[in-house]
């Protein structure tokens, strides 16, 4: 009876968890229904709210917002917006970090988890897996020199926190999987194990007397 408990509990978990994170994201994208006037809103004009439509009026809105501003006169509107943004002192500050961070992860020609590698960490002869996110740049690259790479170290099984750091390019093992099996092996602590590539050339570890931390 227990086997057959952990089997049924292995096929509804994953399930149950997924309808769950999926149920919260349509839950959180169906309040932009509240944009629209009170009688288009489905509860006045079916009786009852429709699961779904605010999601649908989300997506549209991004994607309106996309088409408008790939043109000329979309970009010029936005500069107009970003340099208003600019002039009110708390809120500068604010959009300025968010706008940073947004156009590094989300910009097709970002350099943000551009690649998986192994940097032993936070001591020597313990490894774990970082992600490159660029090199050192102004007055920090002019001091380091150029041959640093910037790291991101995600905590277990939650990855959105974590650790940067600047480590030298020759203490890192660049790995072939790709930046999604690496996140999953993260998450599930090493339990989900990534597929070996097909060829893989042997790669020689740091000197045991390097290592990044204490």
């Known amino acids: 009876m227990k086997r057959y408990f952990i089997t049924g509990l292995l096929i509804w978990a994953p399930l149950g968890i997924t309808l769950w994170v999926l149920s919260f994201i349509l839950g959180m994208m169906d309040q932009s229904i509240m944009l629209l006037p009170v009688a288009w809103q489905p509860r006045a004009l079916v009786g009852f709210n429709i699961p779904g439509v605010g999601a649908l009026i989300t997506l549209l809105i991004v994607f309106i917002t996309g088409l408008l501003t790939a043109n000329f006169i979309g970009q010029r509107l936005v500069r107009w917006w970003e340099a208003l943004l600019h002039r009110i002192p708390v809120v500068r500050s604010i959009y300025q970090s968010v706008k940073q961070i947004s156009d590094t992860v989300f910009s097709p020609s970002g350099q943000a988890f551009r ?19 660029g090199t050192p740049g102004g007055e920090i690259g002019e001091h380091l020199g150029n041959d640093m790479v910037s790291l991101y170290v995600p905590t277990t099984p939650n990855p959105t926190s974590g650790f940067f750091l600047m480590v030298p390019k020759a203490d890192v093992i660049e790995l072939e999987m790709s930046v999604e099996d690496a996140l999953k092996y993260l998450i599930s602590m090493g339990v989900v194990t990534p597929t070996a590539p097909k060829a893989t050339t042997a790669i020689e570890p740091p000197d045991a007397d390097t290592y990044v931390g204490d």
């Not at 490894?127 to 996110?133: A, C, D, N, P, S």
Request: proline fraction near 5%; avoid cysteine.
């Open 115 to 133: 690649q998986a590698v192994l940097v032993q960490y936070p001591r020597q002869g313990s490894w774990t897996i970082g992600f490159l996110t």
